[in-house]
């Protein structure tokens, strides 16, 4: 027998000899099928099943270390908050008319009619859930204290919440991941619509700045835990309260974004890294909390305003 006629032939293709073996299994492969390794040369079947049992890497706080480097979850949300935007203004013709013209195409998105305290005759609308204000929300319209984080009143304030989502928002998501971020961030967002409904009720209020505020509390416990300087971010959001007070913004629903956020901070520094499942426990007792405390001020608003 010639050595051509013994020599062994590819696993994969058993119509090429080689004397080529993977380092791994020891399987013939030929020159197409090998995978170059650290030492020698791989088969396809054994560089796949090191993929599976490969650990995947984390985040510090359990998120994939990739998944959240693009920002992907901070751009989807900047460009909802810019697409209702633009379909406020194409809907209403201008800001004011997009916020508060009842005839508009908005209407369907959850538009409602509610009598404003102290107004007997006047009656504003608010599009696309906007108003946190009392009667329309004791009404049944709790999905508002979401929708409201996607409608900004004027280009300027669309623009400042954006350019401080984009700034915050892609550190955060590489850090916490996605999921982590994208949870925290809506958390926030209601825990400033909450505060509103509870010491501002008689006020309309919208845009994405609960949120935002919310991202201020959750980098700075976040620093903190990966022990990186909070001092520029101090000065920032000092800044910005100061600006809240001056310019008479919603108080109530900057600093109960902003408490909102330190809270999902603390919910995900706190807890033991080997138990990050628990992050999303604490996340949905925080949302009970929330939801609690939204049905209590019900409750108690209830004797205090007509609906209509």
Known sequence: ?????????????????????????????????????????????????????????????????????????????????????????????????????????????????????????????????????????????????????????????????????????????RDLGPARFLAAYFLSGLAGSVAVYLFSYDSFTAGASGAVYGLFGLLIMVNRKLRRDNQGIYVLLGLNLVLTIVMNFSLAGHVGGLVGGLICGAILTFTPRERRQLHWIGFAVFLIALAAITFFQTGSLDNRFDVV
């Open 1 to 173: 027998m010639s050595e051509e006629q013994s020599a062994p032939v590819c696993y994969r293709h058993r119509n090429r000899q080689t004397y080529l073996r993977c380092v791994r299994c020891d399987k013939p492969i030929c020159a197409d099928c090998r995978i170059d390794a650290p030492v020698g040369f791989q088969c396809p079947d054994c560089v796949a099943e090191g993929r599976r049992t490969m650990r995947k890497t984390r985040s510090s706080f359990g998120g994939g270390s990739r998944a959240g480097a693009a920002g992907t979850v901070t751009k989807v949300l900047i460009g909802a908050n810019v697409a209702v935007f633009v379909l406020a203004l194409v809907a209403g013709g201008s800001i004011q008319a997009a916020t508060t013209s009842a005839m508009t195409p908005l209407h369907w998105l959850g538009a409602e009619i509610g009598y404003l305290p102290g107004y007997s005759t006047e009656v504003t609308v608010s599009v696309f859930g906007a108003s946190i204000t009392a009667p329309v929300v004791a009404a049944g319209g709790y999905y508002r204290m979401i929708t409201a984080m996607f409608l900004h009143f004027g280009a300027i304030h669309l623009l400042f919440n954006m350019v401080v989502l984009w700034m915050l928002g892609r550190i955060l998501e």
